[in-house]
């Protein structure tokens, strides 16, 4: 398994922009592909984004398409999820996940991290 701790969540004005970060350790980090998830309470988890072992697949949910990127930096073992134009309704916990495909479905990740709060004010 991979051990994951996400970074960079916080407080931000609507329109406003924050970087996720998630950091791997133990496994070769190339080998696996990269998801971000969201919750907001009282709703279901949500697929933000996913991306391959090497970066050259990516995907998004709906809702994010045009504003979030998601990208890696494999050197560093560290995953990012760039936030821009943000609305209140971006508001959630968000979780970065490893697994071995890039998909849209959280059953397929074997490895979450503990969450990281993001907070978007109107």
């Known amino acids: 398994q991979v051990q994951l701790v996400e970074s960079g969540g916080g407080l931000v004005q609507a329109g406003g922009s924050l970087r996720l970060s998630c950091t791997a350790s133990?496994?070769?980090?190339?080998?696996?592909?990269m998801g971000w998830f969201r919750q907001a309470p009282g709703v279901g988890r949500e697929f933000v984004s996913s991306?391959?072992?090497?970066?050259?697949?990516?995907t998004y949910g709906d809702s994010v398409k045009g504003r979030f990127t998601i990208s890696r930096d494999n050197a560093k073992n560290t995953a990012y999820l760039q936030m821009n134009s943000l609305k209140p309704e971006d508001t959630a916990v968000y979780y970065c996940?490893?697994?071995?495909?890039?998909?849209?479905?959280?059953?397929?990740?074997?490895?979450w991290g503990q969450g990281t709060q993001v907070t978007v004010s109107s």
């Open positions: 996940a490893a697994g071995r495909i890039v998909t849209t479905n959280p059953t397929s990740f074997d490895s």
């Open positions: 133990g496994r070769t980090f190339s080998s696996v592909a």
């Open positions: 991306i391959s072992g090497l970066g050259r697949i990516t």
